[in-house]
């Protein structure tokens, strides 16, 4: 079967997600897709420092992704998993670009609080690298990466709130040290681009790369109604 677009409602790949952010999960099932959650074990700094120096902020993002999408396609080839028979695995790396540096997660308490001293009351771009890999009988039959950039300007928390958001560790594991979703979303004043794209997956670029790769929404939506159906019975 080549890369075409199935018309038939009912039909269609498997959509799998190669990372382990619930955030991520939720944006997807909310938009009434059941993703297959596959972890892509991908070192993230590895990747990124093999990256020539004058790779755009644009460039490592996707880089990052392409690699996950990746890593997770050649597991699910060599595990002989079914989905391989049919499937789109989608990868995704997110990172704050902010006065000319990328950010990632921060990892420590320390490193959140430095974050958000440089952040706070200020505006930077949360850039997420997205890349989907369309496979076909066990075979990666077409690929299709790109990056969404969306302006976010954050509000000043009082040091007692900021204290406490720090304390609960949700900064700690985040792109940027802040969530748009969570806890962190009473600290962001407004955004400048899609919503989604800061959550971890732009839904606009993903429905234009699972495009790009021959897969529909409408189709997406199918096996998702299905796979729902499935699991009440």
Do not use: N
């Not at 060599?78 to 921060?106: H, Y």
């Not at 899609?194 to 699972?210: K, Q």
């Amino acid at each position: 079967m080549g890369v075409s677009r199935i018309d038939a409602v009912g039909s269609g790949p498997r959509f799998v997600l190669g990372s382990a952010s619930p955030a991520r999960l939720q944006v997807l099932r909310s938009a009434g897709v059941q993703p297959m959650v596959r972890v892509s074990q991908v070192d993230e700094d590895a990747v990124a420092a093999a990256l020539p120096a004058a790779t755009p902020p644009e460039g490592v993002v996707t880089a990052l992704a392409r690699a996950k999408a990746e890593a997770v396609a050649a597991a699910l080839i060599a595990d002989a998993d079914p989905v391989v028979a049919d499937c789109v695995v989608v990868g995704c790396d997110s990172m704050l670009l902010m006065d000319g540096e990328l950010q990632g997660k921060p990892h420590t308490p320390d490193v959140a609080r430095a974050r958000w001293a440089q952040m706070a009351g200020r505006s930077a771009d949360l850039l997420t690298g997205h890349c989907v890999l369309r496979l076909d009988e066990a075979r990666i039959v077409a690929q299709a990466a790109d990056c969404s950039t969306t302006t976010v300007h954050f509000a000043k928390p009082e040091p007692e709130e900021l204290d406490a958001y720090i304390a609960t560790g949700e900064p700690l594991q985040v792109a940027g040290a802040f969530t748009l979703d969570s806890r962190g979303g009473w600290f962001v004043e407004r955004i400048d681009g899609d919503p989604s794209s800061v959550i971890g997956i732009g839904l606009p670029l993903v429905r234009r790369l699972l495009g790009d790769v021959g897969v529909g929404i409408a189709q997406l939506w199918a096996v998702g109604a299905q796979l729902g159906a499935d699991s009440a019975r």
